[in-house]
Structures are given as structure tokens and as C-alpha cells.
């Protein structure tokens, strides 16, 4: 990873549209991020058919008990997953299912964004942080609607990598989350909504890519 | 439903095994419930395939913003699912996207019994039951393993239905959960994993017969 600092969050439902959004916009991002409703409409096979092309990370918000975590994760990374999103809130033994089968693949949900993440997760984010760091995740997900949270993230995640969704019609900023300490953004909208993809997702790398310079 | 009361958990990988067991145990159940680890394994069309023969509960442990949370209720009852299960812990909004996309037909997961689920699940139960009558679920989720936090979640759900997993394998009594208010267990293994799974299926649905008849 870490060419473009761009993560492409592919919420849409078809295989066609998911594999043309895919193959025009690789070269400019370092993942594609996708979601239980592609696997729905697309079946599981698109899992492997999109690593082939990009690595895939599986937000699958994986809040189960441990041995069902584990087979989840067992079953993602078989088809080609490099990394999965787990929810830290079912507990330290469930994250720490996810993180052995995945040999540490795994970024953990701290906040979530949404008005309703105020009302359970965004009180418990940084317990939940703290448990990803012991638990050796490889990172945690934290909006980029909220940088001064992402500044506070860092502080407590140390090393782990911060991946930040809410970039672009969302309404967070690419170069506010990179500054305040994430490692990746994660844009969706903007790019696959676009009706030229590829410019949409070049247009943010060169934001970001200058950003990054000037700093 | 309410023929047996008893919900099928089909927490197996492999679509013949799935079929089979179904085929052999869909007299002496009233729902059985699938999980992702399944979707993965055999496709998502094991939805369709299973609903066809009993109805089919998505214990999809849906836990995400508003919009992903409708879409992959929307994908899952296309597919044929009767309910899905969903996390309350991501918000109201969240959750009210699910009861919306599904008429009303979602289970709302408010405790779970694995020791992780001590840590930040189990001090918001009621709050998350509360929630799951407020926005109109069809009912929750009540481990059968602490059968005395069943008769609490009834004080609060009122006639919301309470289905309880933990029966069998893992040391819940079906006549306890049922006892103390629940409507529906929820068993596995003991079905699933028995050399002749429709023996065990009418051996519970026997001794769940003779209890409520003696009660």
C-alpha cells in the first residue's frame, strides 16, 4: 500500500459497475474497501475477483461472537481479502478472534460518524482504541468529519495506521485528515459517482500528493 | 411460525451440508437462522435456496450507518430472508433504517453472552431493548444462558417477541429460556452436529411440547 494514500470505498451493488469502477481507477488508490451489500448482489466471488485487480479490504463491521468473527474472517481472507474492519465494542475476545485469523489484518471501528455513532460508540472510542493496540490490530477507522478526533486517535494508537472515512461528499477533507494523522483516506462517492472515475480519483491523488509535499 | 419454537442456528460452511440438514429438520423447526460465515462459504443464493423450504432469519449482526444498514437488509430480503437480525449499539437511526427496509421484521441483538459481551454490551442492554420497541422491531435477542436477564428484557420489550440462543451446547436450558419469557430458542449444534439432526430437532420439540403442556 501507501502510493496514493487513496482507499476507494466501493459501495455499489453490481459485479459490472463494481469491476469497471475498479479497473479504471487502480492506479490511482491503494485499496478497495468493500461492503456486505456487494457481496449480496455480487456474490462472494467478487472478493476475489477485485484482489486480483487491487487489494481488498472487507468492511464487513464484524460484531459477533469469537468462533463466528473467526470463520467470517477465516472465510474473507480465503477469498482474497488482505485486511478486514471489525468492531471493537463485542469485546476483547472478539477482536482478538479477528486479529488471529487474520495474522493482524485488522483495522477496528472506533467512532462511527452517523448522528446514532454519538449515542453508544463515540463515548467508548477510546477504550476501543486502546483495546486495537493491545490486541495488535493493524489500525483503526476514524472519520474524517471529526479531525481533532483523528489528532486524539493518534495519540493513543500510536504506530497503527488510521484509515478515515468521510472524504468528499461527506464532506471531510482529504488533506485535514492526512494532516491531523490519518494514513489513508477513504473516498467513495466522489470517485465511483463520477461519470469520469479515473479524473475524479487522479484529481484527489494530486490534492493529496501536493499536500503532502507542502507539509 | 410458532409451530416448535424452536429456530434452526445453521452455523455450518458448506451448502450440501446446509441443504441436508435443512431438508432432514424443517418439520420440527420454526425459522432457521444463518449467518455470514455461511453467505461466504456457499454463496448468497443459500438465502434463496434455504428460504424456500423454511423460513430464513439473516443473523447478520448489522451494525453500520443508515444507508449501508438499509441496503443490506434491502439485498437480504430480496434474497428471501423473513427477518434480520441487527446491532442496536450503532443508533437509533441505524436501526430504524433496518426496521424501515424490512417492514418491521428485524430481531435487535441487545446482550450477548460470550465474556467479551460483558464489556460494553451488557451495560446498555436495556437501553438497547428499550430502542428495539421503540422504533418498532419485531423483537430481540436474549441469551438463554442468563435466563433471569430474559424476565428483565420481557419487563421492557413487553410483546415484542424474545428469541434466545445458547440452548444445548453451549448450557442453556430450552424450558429456562422459555420459562422465563422467551418465545423462540435458538439451537445449533446439538442439531446440525448430530448424526441424525432430526431426532435431536424432535427430541427438543418434545421436551419444549411436555413443558409448555405441564406449564
Chains 1, 2 share one sequence.
Not at 40 to 60: H, M, N, Q, Y
Not at 72 to 98: N, P, R, W, Y
Not at 199 to 215: H, V, Y
Request: hydrophobic residues 45%.
Amino acid at each position: 500500500m501507501q502510493k496514493t494514500r487513496i482507499i476507494l470505498a466501493l459501495d455499489v451493488l453490481q459485479r459490472a459497475k463494481a469491476i469497471s469502477v475498479v479497473d479504471e481507477t487502480s492506479q490511482y488508490i491503494d485499496a478497495v474497501k468493500i461492503n456486505w451489500p456487494l457481496v449480496l448482489g455480487a456474490g462472494s466471488r467478487i472478493i476475489t475477483e477485485i484482489s486480483e485487480k487491487s487489494p481488498v479490504i472487507c468492511d464487513f463491521k464484524i460484531a459477533d461472537i469469537p468462533n463466528t468473527n473467526k470463520l467470517i474472517v477465516e472465510q474473507a481472507m480465503k477469498l482474497g481479502a488482505a485486511a478486514v474492519i471489525a468492531h471493537g465494542f463485542t469485546g476483547t475476545d472478539s477482536l482478538k478472534a479477528c486479529v488471529d485469523a487474520s495474522g493482524g489484518k485488522v483495522f477496528v471501528v472506533t467512532e462511527m460518524s452517523h448522528p446514532g455513532g454519538k449515542e453508544f460508540t463515540s463515548v467508548n472510542a477510546e477504550r476501543i482504541a486502546t483495546m486495537a493496540r493491545e490486541q495488535g490490530a493493524m489500525g483503526i477507522v476514524a472519520p474524517a468529519t471529526r479531525p481533532e478526533r483523528i489528532a486524539k486517535m493518534r495519540e493513543i494508537v500510536g504506530p497503527l495506521q488510521i484509515i478515515s472515512p468521510g472524504v468528499g461528499a461527506q464532506g471531510g477533507k482529504a488533506s485535514d485528515a492526512l494532516g491531523y494523522g490519518a494514513d489513508f483516506v477513504i473516498v467513495g462517492r466522489t470517485i465511483y459517482d463520477s461519470d469520469r472515475p479515473a479524473e475524479a480519483a487522479q484529481k484527489i491523488a494530486r490534492e493529496i500528493e501536493d499536500f503532502l509535499i507542502g507539509k
